[in-house]
């Protein structure tokens, strides 16, 4: 009978030799991914991924693999935006994880909330959710500073309200259709709600 021990020596060859055959992450190039956003991304998103244009989202700070996904989303039609669409199909896969690495890198700018009459309800939402709709609180998910959980969830911190807003009803009406929990959420609120937590993120830091 073999001992433990030879059991474990084997197992431990095995893992050794499935690491040894598997792909070897591709090398990101920061200097190109900075070159390839200024020349495709800068020009809607600002120069250092903190855009000044509610409609389009910040990017600095964003985690790489959300971002990536997103493109790739747009690529694959799994996300729909018939300006991203074109933007992602004439940008290459690595391209795109050297512009998302290359953000990661960018601070982002903090916002700020704008309507204090229902900042409270965002408050609410955001951090305890709504129990009796089964409504999770977003910081479950996206941290109790908006921060996200890298290569889960997004970054949310200082968002654009209009922007958040806008991807929140996007979800609940069956437009954007890549994240089916995010779609679950949003089809239980309703506007008032989806403004004051979009409102309360946007202060979020």
């Known amino acids: 009978m073999k001992s433990p021990a030879t059991f474990i020596a084997a197992a431990l060859l ?6 040894a055959d598997a792909p070897a992450a591709p090398k990101i190039d920061l200097a190109k991914g900075e070159a390839s956003y200024a020349a495709v991304c800068a020009a809607c998103h600002a120069a ?10 910040k990017l600095a700070q964003q985690h790489p ?21 074109g933007f992602a199909a004439a940008t290459s896969e690595e391209d795109v994880r050297n512009i998302a690495a290359w953000l990661a890198k960018q601070q982002a700018k903090p916002g700020f909330a704008k309507d204090k ?3 409270l309800l965002g408050e609410h939402i955001y951090r305890g959710g709504i129990p009796d709709r089964q409504i999770p609180a977003c910081a479950g998910c996206h941290s109790p500073n908006g921060a996200g959980i890298p290569s889960q969830y997004p970054r949310l911190s200082g968002q654009f309200a209009e922007y ?9 009406d ?25 409102d309360y993120i946007a202060g979020l830091r």
């Open 65 to 85: 693999e959300y971002l990536v996904k997103q493109m790739l989303d747009f690529k694959s039609g799994a996300r729909e935006n018939a300006i991203m669409k």
């Open 117 to 119: 009459d229902i900042v």
């Open 48 to 57: 250092d991924g903190n855009s000044t244009v509610p409609a389009q989202p």
């Open 14 to 19: 095995a893992l050794a030799a499935q690491a």
């Open 164 to 172: 958040t807003a806008a991807q929140l009803v996007q979800f609940r």
């Open 174 to 198: 069956g437009v954007r259709k890549n994240n089916q929990v995010m779609t679950d959420v949003a089809a239980k609120m309703n506007d008032r709600e989806i403004k004051a937590v979009s």
